[in-house]
């Protein structure tokens, strides 16, 4: 077949592969020689250029031609914008084997190398004592955390073990209970309150990461910070939770 009337440098067209599940849009001059067209090919579909076989789609998806003369301009076939050109690989390759990221070879480096490197971004935080590694920021880090913990320690001494309690937390309903521990704990900073809930509205049984603070059922027991309890003579509450 033979193309007349077509004066654009280039074409907008389609690629498709054997090798691969998905299209892809390319622009391509057509004074490329179907030999020069399919080493840049190679780039977008992974197979080699001496493997490749070309067929040309139209816009509407039906077969035209083999790309098959090496020396031919891409320019000489019938190859419009909207037209698609599948490439079928012959080098024995599998469908997805270069889509596959898991086959691919990771780089790795150790902690220990990664430190010694004096282009890296860790390296270049130490250089200027930024983040982490200011010196100034890490102090008022600290500051801030010992002035938490003494305002907690200070709300905490005012919450008695055994006292009856409401909690507040933010954007849930109150909650009443009884306080069974105050004081500071191994699964995260501070101090906390546990509170043994007079419905299943808790989290736990009294132990958080197989260590026991106070003794409860399942789905009573909770932990939470001294800013949101309040003690105080709060009776029980039925919420009627038991007959659900």
């Given at each position: ?28 001059s ?26 040309l789609?139209g ?32 080098s024995?390759?599998?469908l ?13 480096i ?67 209970g ?21 419905e ?45």
């Amino acid at each position: 077949m033979e193309v007349t009337g077509l004066s654009a440098p280039t074409v907008n067209v389609f690629i498709s592969s054997s090798l691969n599940s998905f299209r892809s849009q390319k622009r391509y001059s057509r004074s490329l020689t179907i030999a020069e067209f399919k080493c840049k090919l190679q780039l977008v579909v992974g197979s080699p250029a001496s493997c490749m076989e070309l067929e040309l789609y139209g816009p509407d998806d039906k077969f035209y031609s083999k790309l098959d003369q090496e020396d031919a301009l891409l320019g000489s076939y019938p190859v419009d914008d909207g037209c698609r050109i599948h490439v079928i690989d012959h080098s024995g390759a599998r469908l997805g084997e270069y889509e596959d990221m898991s086959r691919v070879e990771k780089y790795e480096i150790s902690q220990e190398a990664y430190d010694q490197r004096q282009n890296s971004v860790r390296s270049f935080l130490k250089r200027n004592k930024l983040g982490r590694y200011s010196e100034e920021e890490r102090a008022q880090q600290e500051a801030e955390s010992s002035q938490r913990l003494t305002e907690e320690a200070a709300q905490a001494s005012g919450i008695p073990v055994g006292s009856r309690c409401e909690v507040q937390a933010p954007g849930q309903p109150p909650r009443r209970g009884t306080v069974m521990y105050v004081g500071l704990t191994d699964f995260k900073p501070g101090y906390w309150i546990g509170v043994r809930y007079d419905e299943p509205l808790g989290k736990n049984d009294g132990s958080v990461n197989g260590k026991r603070y106070f003794e409860c059922q399942a789905k009573y027991g909770a932990f939470v910070k001294p800013s949101v309890v309040t003690v105080g003579d709060f009776p029980e509450e039925d919420y009627g939770l038991d007959e659900m």
